[in-house]
């Protein structure tokens, strides 16, 4: 759409500019602030330098917070994605299961997070729960408690049921905006259903998906409650996410110091990704 | 029956099985959760559910958390409508800069807001209100509306300014009559996605507070500690909030599809 250029454009965002810079740039500059200074409480404080920044890229338990939470994301993505596609396109397009579908698979997403894990904890707990439960039955030690592959593995199943419908919406709405037209042709000139998908609907759904991996990469990567709720983290520290060390540096043990620190960190890698993610989804609108 | 429906039957039972469990657990009693283990409720019983309903503990719980998210919601979708009108029609000077500001703030994480949050409403006297919650919301609604309306009003072709200021209209009564009617759709949509977002974080909102405003997801922590292991009363607490989200996807039913595509399909 060409674009009148009008400065007082401005007094219309200014409402939201306002709120939201009370809400992040206030806060973002106390981030800041306890990143280069240390304290020892009563509010006095000593300059610090890059001290902080220093010891969270060199020390050992960011690492593998950082390492744990990049496969999390990782795992999440390759199996939400894919899997969401293919839900999408084997959904009903028109009729009365179309509703039904879609208000039973947003379900999910419209549950509080902490329930999310408090429910997943009740179907996974081995003697009580049909999952862990189920597990167990078929001779497969299975306690998430205990074991690390056990507690990863209910970790991903969760997140897996939790927000591959967003993929599977994401994607419908693209597919069922494609126009009539384009499957007569591809049926005039016999296309096989494999050609249909490679060079009609998965073309056009490029720009929902670049919101699906941005929307999925972004929230997987600052998961906090449902694992928390789960597992605390543990066993020992298998499933310490970047979210819950941070919140543990931060709250449990009042080190502001390292925690600004590693917050200023944990936000710039989001907020590059992300960007990268952007740039990408903004030039497929360009085209 | 088509053998390709067979694929989101198979998703939506994997969908429902946890769900049915949560409910199957908060009609059991206590002992019948520990003792056995029983695909339906044998000893059916509402007692966790009378529980909730009588103490003012848990079912204020309900009341604060649809305070805040119902404020939040008013107040992001209304300062979102002028600025994704802005975005959607005009240039001007660091627009595209300001727009890509906005939602670097839906990529925060929530942790790293958790303890400056808590110093600043303290600040300014708002901690342990639904305000404090509503407004640290708006943190990441405010960018998720604009970009959802924005994206719902670029579908309106501009046509339909222009003929409404050649009939007469003024900027503001072309707005409210005419332009806020046409994009309904795209607003109930920032509404469901403000209202979701805003229902589902805790770690704000439960940060922000500590008794008056409590909502009720952080109640239900306290099952789980304070007084023993009561499985029955957290999963008729967990059943409890599905109500809300259920009544609201009803709502935005035929519309959700294109809103999750961010009204840019």
New interface residues.
Partial sequence: MRKTVNQKAWFFVLPVVLLVAFNAVIPLMTVVNYSVQETFGDNVFFWAGLRWFEDVVTSERFHDALIRQCIFTALVLIIEIPLGLVIALAMPRKGPWVSVCLVLMALPLLIPWNVVGAMWNILALPDIGLLGRSINALGIEFNYTREPIAAWFTIILMDVWHWTSLVVLLCYAGLVSIPDAYYQAAKVDGARPWAVFRYIQLPKLRHVLTIAILLRFMDSFMIYTEVVVLTGGGPGNATTFLSIDLVKTALGQFDLGPAAAMSLIYFLIILLFSWLFYTLAMRNEAR | MQK?????IL??V??????Y??LN?SFKSTNE??QS?T?WPHDFTLDNYRIIFTDPGWYMGYLNSLEYVAINTV?SVS??L??A?????????G?KH?F?W????????????????Y??YSAVGLFDTPWAVA??H??FN??LA?WILEGFM?GV??ELDETAYVDGYSFWRFFFRIFVPTIAAGIGVACFFCF?FS?????LAK?LTSVAAKP???L??KTASTSGYQ?GL??AA?SL??I???V???FV??Y???G???G??
């Fill in positions: 390709r429906s067979l694929v989101p998703y939506i994997f969908l429902l099985l946890p769900i469990w949560l657990m959760i520990l283990f695909l107040l300062v979102a002028p600025a009108y802005a975005f959607s029609r005009y240039r001007f000077l627009d300001l890509f906005l939602l670097t703030n839906r990529m925060a994480p929530a942790a790293v807001f958790a303890l400056p949050f110093q600043l407004l640290a708006t943190l405010i960018p604009v670029s072709p501009k979701m229902w589902v974080e805790l770690l940060t009720i997801a952080a239900m922590t499985l957290l999963a967990g909030t599905l809300p989200g259920a609201v996807i009803y039913r035929n959700i599809a294109k999750f595509a961010l840019r399909v």
